[in-house]
Structure formats: C-alpha cells, structure tokens
C-alpha cells in the first residue's frame, strides 16, 4: 500500500510541479539569475561518449593533415541571407556534380544564428538541407561526436543524428537531448515545425540528466507540441527505470519558463509523535525580477500548532546581495487544548560588494529570537544536531569607512549575543571605534638619510564608544524602562606613544607612554539603608545615577629585547644535520600610579558608631558603566618573558633534484613570563604562565598546551565546625617549588585519501582545524549539517578528524578537576555509491560516549538515500529519506522518522 501511495504521490507531484511554475526551487539550491552564469555550452550530460547508435553505420576516417573547408555560397535569389559557412578538423570533401560536401572530424557548419557541430556533416547545397550524426570511434567502437546544436539565445541540445534545412529552419531530430532549468528532454523524436514550435514522439521529461535509454524515470510523451514557454502534450504515462505504469494523464501542460516565475508550492505530509498529522511547507513563491523574490511557507498540525515562515532574496549585481527570513511557530507539544510554545526566528545576511563603494563597506549578519526556536522548530533546521544543540546566537551590523591618503578610519556596529542557556541578552546600541593608525609627527617626507632618534617616536590615537545593555534576561527585554535603567554609555579615549631603537646592533630598546580618558553618562551610589541596620543585611543599595563623569590614568614602559642562537651540528652522513635553537628573552619595566585611592574610588560603611556593628566596603562609582578605569594598586615592576623555537635540518633524499637542506620545525614557540613588583607589600611576584605550540607530521598534527605555576608556599589546616571536621588552605608570602594550578592540551589532525595523493605530488594541503571560521564559513557549514546528504564527496573514499582535549584545575588548592575529550569524525566511502558518515564525542576520563551520529548515504544518480541516526541520548533519534535529487521535486521523498521529541524526558516549555 505504501508504495502505491509513494507512486501515486510521485505522479502527481511531477505533474502538478511543472505546471505550477516550478522557479522557486532555486531558492534553496540556486542563486538569483544575476549570479548565475550564461552556459552556452551543454553539460557534460548531456553529450555521453558510452552508448552506441544502433542504427548507426561505420564510417572509414581517412584521417590528413587538419584542413579547413568553407563554403563561400553568397546570397541567391532563391531566398538565402547569409552566408553558410562549413569547416572540419579531420577532412573533407566535395561532390561538385551533386553539390554536396562530406566534413569528417570535429566538423561545424554556421549559418546566421544557427550553429552545428558533430563529428560528421553532410550538407546539400542544392536542397539546403544538412545531415549530421556521430561517428563510431574504430578503436572504442562507441558512438562519439553526437551533433550538438544551438540557435539565438536558446540553449544548446544534443541529438543521435538530425536533419535540417536552413533555409526553411525546418529540421527533424533522433533521441534529442535537451536541459530546460532542472529539466531534461530525452529520447523519440522531434520535428522542428517553426522557430518557435516543435513537435515531440514518444519523448521522456524527467529530472533526471542521463538521456535516454539510461532515464531513471520520468513521464513518456506520446505526442506533444513544445514552444519557448511551454509543452502541451497528449497521452503520457510515468515510467520508472523503463518499465511503464499505469498512471497516466489524457493530456498534460509543461510550463518551460527562461524567466522567474511565480507559483503555488506543493506541501509534504507525514506525522509527528508529539505534534500530530502535518501539512508540511506549502506556501506560494514570488519572483518579483531577476533581483528580487519572496517565499512564503506555512506547516499546520493537527493537535493545533503551525509555523509561518517569510524568506526574500535581493541582489544588485555589483552592489550588494543578501537574504532575509522571519520565522514564527506556536506548537501544541501536550494534550489538544494545553498552552502552546510561542518562538521566533529572525535571520538577515547582507554582503556588499568590494568594489561599489571604495573605503566604505556596509555587511549584515543577524541570527535573533527566542531561545527555544531552535529545539522545537526542529524540521525547520534539517534536524541539525549543532543548531539544536547550540549555546548562543550572535549578531552583527557593521558600517567602516575608511579616508584614502590619510591615517584615519571609522567603524560602527550593531551587535547582539544571546545565551540560549541563561536566556540573556547582550545588546551594543550601536557601538563605534575611531582610529588613527601610527603617524610619526617629528619625521619628515622630505628627509634625506636615516631617521634621527626622535623621528623615530610614533603615536596613534582610538576613540571608543557604545551604548550598551548587558545581561538582560529575554522576558523583560521589552519592557518598559529597560532600556533607561540599563543602558551603559560611554567613551574611551586612548593615546598610545612609542619609540623603538636599536643600539649595539643586536638589541632592541622601547619605550611606551599610554594615557586613557573614560567619559560616561551613568555612575553609581552605594549606601545602607538605616533603617534596617539590626536586620543583618550586609548588602549595601546600589543606585545608578545619570549624568556625564570622567576620570583618567595613564601608565608607563619600557622594554628591552635580542636573540641568541645555538646550534649543533652532527657529524657523520646521517640524515640529520643540525638542530637550532632559537631564544628570545624580553625584559620589561612597567610603572602603574597607584588608582585604588581615586577619587572614583570609594568606601560605603553601615554604621560607625556602637552599639551597631559596622560593616564597610570599597567600591568604585564606574563598576557598573560602559567603560570603567583601573582600580589596582601601585605598580612598579620588571616582567621577564621567554620564548624559545627549535628547529631541524635535515639532508635531502636523494631523488630531490635541488639537493637543498628541509627545514623541520619542532617546537614553532614555547613562552615562559611572569612579574615581579617592587611596591607590592607582599606576593611580589606573579604566578609563572607558561605555553607552547607545535605541528608535526607535514604540519597535519597541530599541539597547542598552556599552564601556570604558582610560586607560594601553601598550608592546608584543618578545622571543627558543627561538629564536621573542614579543610582550608593557608597561602604564606614564602617562596616554594612551584605547583601547577592549571594545565591545558589540545591537539588536531586531519587527513584522508585524496591529501594523501596530493601531498604525494608535492602540493600542499591545508588541514586548518575547525575553529575560527568566518561567519560565511560557518553559515556554510550550517547548511551542510542541515543537509549533510546534499555535500557528500563520494570522491575521497575517507575521511578522519580526530580532536583531543585535557584540561586540569586546581580547586582552591583542596580538590581538582580533570576533563579529557577526544572528538572524531569523517567518512568512508565503502563504493563508489555507498558512504558512511560518523561523528562522536569520547569522554575519556569516564570511559563513556557523550555524543554520536552516524549517517548512511547511497547515491541513486536521480534518487538518494540518506540515514541518520544517534543511537542514543538525550537527542536520541532516526530518520530515514529516499528522495529525488532534482530542486524541483524537493518534496517528492518518502521518509520515516522518530526524532528526539518522543523522548519522555523532553520539555519544551523549558
């Protein structure tokens, strides 16, 4: 029964999709027609090079030199226009009694804006009629060099053989093969009637791109006329890998549109455990112009929840693009008649191009709404284990200009970070950062020679500012007074001063000036309340106070830097020649004024006089503004930081043709540092950090770990309270043997079978690890993991990530935490058609699997089968989808779920 159902199904979504004006399935897998290039060649599909002609005969190739035959036949009076002109690679040659010409090899005959090539030609100058037609390669013995024609703006079509008159522009083609946007012609035959009808017997119009006799499926044309716009058609039946159905239509209408059009779009249907029977993505699709379009999408379900959905694309071609959706769903997850769950979405992507406005650029990309969009509206994101499962969304609009011939430049934004976990929000409204790059005030253009010791001193300038609303919890962002109670703004002003020189060759010397200037519109006021001073409340009343406040603070360096250089070197005809080691030891003073005693800086106290108990605190009045000074004492110091490279050089193997020495990097930077402060009244100096990075294995191995010593002499005491026996640590200003408070490990490799083959040609291969991506890159990457079956490579049989992890704490010198991870993902390919994803996350300390998915993908050319599953946990689901590749029968699938919502333990009015 399903799969007469499915049957049924794939008839009439075939049927209703082409006549409803199918355009807007480039929305999802095509850009505007601005971005897409005009082909004016066939797709590779189209011209096959594997079957053979079965009428065809062979044909001897007396194979020349390459001529050139062109025929120069001038206008007549029987009616010709133009010149017809013929050339051919292989040979040729003329009947001049019957005034016919035989091109053999790459052959090509133009006439006006008609255009055929084929491997041969015949043409009749007599009755103006062409025949063209493949050959049968004698060493292959395939059918090679089908004629491919093309005429005005019309895409070009392949055939088996054709005949044609250009005169009367008449013609007839065997099994043509023709592309009209995501659909394909195949199969029969066609008789051109005019330049704008023709007719077509027994023809397939499918999806699928292979032509006939190697159609997948598609609906059998008995009889049917074609125009530029459209195909109406008698009889036609569906046929499925060349066995015929019985589901047919009397007649039919094929729309065949080369511009956007508008059109209803065709929902699927299937149920939900939680949310009963839906109607699934059914809307209509406007294609306002070549620039401009809209989609609107609605889902309903039977136990009374539905989602609503606004997507438009824009695009002005060297000037901008971008896309804007709104998303709205109100879902019933409990008994018919309980409160919904209300969310929504807003995303908004806007790029500009480079070149439309020099020193200016104006670039969007939001991602807004309420926290639990994306766990309920699950189908909405392709059941994406990493948008489901995501911690924050982030937001920006940013506006930068930049002044040609001057050291200045101008940035501002709009930003907003959302914890979906906290439900809070972090608003910029807007901010901006003025800058003045490095100037050098006492050089001169016009100098002639070295620059003198002052003419090397350098300033630059950055005015920051922002309006600014933190922790804001989702539920009282609209409220009002919101915004008057907890907007932050203010300004920061900093002139940075610099000289660098160089004395005694190999040392560097710097000195640093800094001032900062903070200027703010709200300060705060801490006080007791008095008349509650017996209730025990230590709690001071903080009041925010509006009005513009400004402090300052500068700061004081200098620093001294070189480098020393070891090397060894080893004897002998080994392989390894040397190693090098590389220090660079920096020595720096810095000098702090001591600010904990500003006049910002300030002490609330309860009650002074007995018999109350008095209570008192330190606090500064821009704790709590956008931009707040420093409070910490007075610094007067010396940092000293190391950082150390070690190098190999290793002889050249023996098939290396330029006999050059490899360089192996084997520690890329390893940091020591720490500080000493003379003015500190006790625990002079600081805990040791220390970090270091590496990359071995052709750079495919990246190591990267950090940590801190603690230098104090720690004691740890007992005591008795409530009759339970505590631990504390006493920290005494004595030097010990450094312990380790805190170590981090990480590392990342990634590799698989074609970086193997291209490392082994000597080209490099870049194994970047996933972090830092750009926001195109990561939306990239989120629409693969929405469709991950659409962006499987079945060229790279493997593919492995693996990712480690370990992390240690000390805990209030009592207890630690450890945390070792390890993440592994990739592919296999176990045949060219069958490929299994694998993605999982390893808790090592606890021997358990926090996460895992697998994916199965089999690739049915036309069709695709795609599985996805993770087998257990709190996102505990499957979903299995057979599905027909081409856009435009997106919804013709059949699928089977059991997601993550049937979990007992799922809440969503969380």
């Known amino acids: 029964m399903k799969f007469a159902r499915f049957l049924s199904i794939l008839l009439c979504l075939v049927l209703a999709k082409a006549s409803f004006a199918v355009n807007h399935n480039a929305f999802q897998t095509k850009i505007l027609a601005d971005q897409s290039p005009n082909r004016d060649t066939l797709p590779k599909y189209l011209t096959p090079e594997n079957k053979i002609l079965p009428n065809a005969k062979p044909t001897k190739i007396t194979k020349k030199n390459a001529t050139v035959a062109k025929d120069t036949t001038r206008k007549a009076s029987n009616g010709l226009e133009d010149i017809v002109t013929a050339t051919s690679e292989d040979s040729s040659y003329t009947d001049n009694a019957t005034k016919i010409q035989y091109l053999y090899g790459r052959a090509r005959v133009k006439y006006q804006d008609f255009e055929l090539d084929a491997d041969f030609i015949r043409l009749d100058q007599t009755k103006k009629l062409i025949f063209a037609s493949g050959l049968i390669d004698p060493k292959t013995h395939r059918y090679v060099g089908r004629p491919i024609t093309k005429q005005k703006n019309e895409k070009p079509a392949a055939a088996d053989s054709l005949y044609y008159n250009y005169e009367t522009k008449k013609g007839k083609v065997w099994n043509p093969a023709s592309a009209q946007d995501a659909n394909f012609l195949s199969g029969g035959e066609a008789k051109r009637l005019n330049e704008d009808e023709v007719a077509y017997h027994n023809v397939i119009y499918s999806t699928c791109d292979l032509p006939y006799p190697d159609t997948h499926f598609g609906i059998v044309i008995t009889k049917g006329i074609a125009t530029q716009k459209q195909i109406i058609s008698g009889p036609a039946y569906l046929e499925i890998e060349g066995v015929p159905l019985p589901l047919a239509i009397p007649f039919g209408f094929f729309p065949k549109p080369n511009t956007r059009a508008s059109g209803v779009i065709l929902p699927s249907f299937g149920e939900d455990a939680r949310l009963g029977f839906y109607l699934r993505n059914f809307g209509y699709y406007l294609g306002f112009n070549d620039n401009i379009d809209l989609l609107t999408n609605a889902t309903v379900y039977s136990h009374g929840g539905f989602e609503l959905s606004e997507q438009s694309r824009y695009l002005k071609r060297y000037r901008y693009t971008g896309d804007v959706t709104l998303s709205f769903s109100s879902l019933n997850y409990g008994n018919p008649g309980d409160p919904r769950t209300n969310s929504f979405n807003i995303r908004w992507s806007h790029t500009q191009d480079p070149a439309a ?271 707040a000074p420093g409070s910490a004492q007075r610094q007067a110091g010396v940092g000293i930081t190391l950082d150390n490279t070690i190098e190999a050089k290793v002889r050249p193997k023996a098939t290396d043709t330029s006999q050059v020495d490899k360089k192996i990097q084997i520690l890329q930077g390893f940091t020591i540092s720490s500080f000493y402060n003379f003015v500190a009244d006790s625990f002079k100096l600081s805990p040791i950090n220390f970090n270091g990075h590496t990359a071995v294995f052709n750079q495919r191995l990246n190591i990267n ?142 021997q358990t699997l926090s996460t895992a998915q697998f994916g199965i993908y089999r690739d049915l050319h036309c069709w695709d089968l795609s599985i996805q599953w993770i087998p257990f946990g709190y996102l505990k689901m499957y979903t299995a989808t057979l599905r027909v590749k081409a856009s435009i029968l997106q919804d013709l699938k059949l699928s089977k779920r059991n997601d993550y919502t049937n979990n007992q333990f799922y809440n969503p009015y969380y």
């Open 357 to 627: 406005h020099p020193g200016s650029t104006f670039n969007a990309s939001v991602n807004a709404g309420t926290s639990s969009y994306y766990a309920n509206s699950r189908a909405n994101t392709g059941y994406s284990l990493q948008q489901i499962t995501q911690n924050n969304l982030r937001s920006s609009i940013s506006y930068a200009k930049t002044w040609a011939g001057t050291p200045f430049n101008f940035t501002t934004s709009l930003s907003h970070a959302q914890d979906l976990t906290r439900k809070t929000i972090d608003l910029e409204l807007p901010s901006f950062n003025f800058n003045m790059t490095s100037i050098s005030p006492f050089d001169s253009k016009e100098r002639v020679g070295e620059q003198k010791w002052y003419q090397k001193v350098s300033v630059s300038y950055t005015a920051q500012g922002t309006n600014r609303l933190s922790q804001i919890p989702e539920s009282q962002l609209f409220q009002s007074g919101v915004l008057s109670r907890r907007l932050q703004t203010g300004l920061r002003q900093t002139l940075p001063a610099n000289l660098n020189l160089t004395f005694l060759r190999f040392f560097q010397f710097g000195i640093n000036a800094t001032y900062n200037e903070y200027w703010n519109l709200q300060s705060i006021n801490k006080f007791y309340d008095r008349n509650n001073l017996n209730s025990g409340n230590s709690i001071p009343t903080i009041d925010t106070i509006a009005g513009f406040k400004r402090a300052g603070e500068y700061n004081l360096g200098t620093s001294l830097s070189t480098k020393v250089y070891g090397t060894y070197n080893f004897k002998g005809s080994g392989k390894l020649r040397a190693i090098r080691h590389v220090l660079t030891p920096t020595l720096s003073f810095n000098y702090n004024p001591d600010y904990s005693r500003a006049w910002y800086n300030q002490t609330v106290v309860s009650q002074a006089t007995v018999p109350y108990p008095y209570t008192f605190q330190r606090y500064s009045i821009f704790s709590n503004s956008a931009y």
């Open 705 to 846: 770990f950090g940590g801190t010593l603690y230098p104090y002499k720690v004691l740890l005491r007992d005591s008795i309270s409530n009759n339970q026996i505590g631990r504390y640590p006493i920290v005494k200003d004595q030097y010990a043997i450094p312990k380790l408070t805190n170590f981090f490990a990480s590392a990342n490799i990634s590799f698989n079978s074609r970086a193997k083959t291209v490392a082994n040609r000597g080209q490099g291969v870049n194994n970047a690890p996933l972090q830092g991506l750009t926001p195109e890159q990561a939306e990239r990457l989120s629409l693969i993991n929405q469709d991950q079956s659409a962006f499987v490579d079945f060229n790279v049989p493997w593919n492995v990530n693996v990712s480690y992890t370990f992390n240690y704490s000390l805990l209030n010198y009592l207890g630690t935490s450890v945390t070792n991870t390890m993440q592994l993902r990739g592919d296999v390919s176990i045949t060219p058609k069958w490929k299994i994803t694998y993605y999982s996350d390893v808790d090592i300390r606890k």
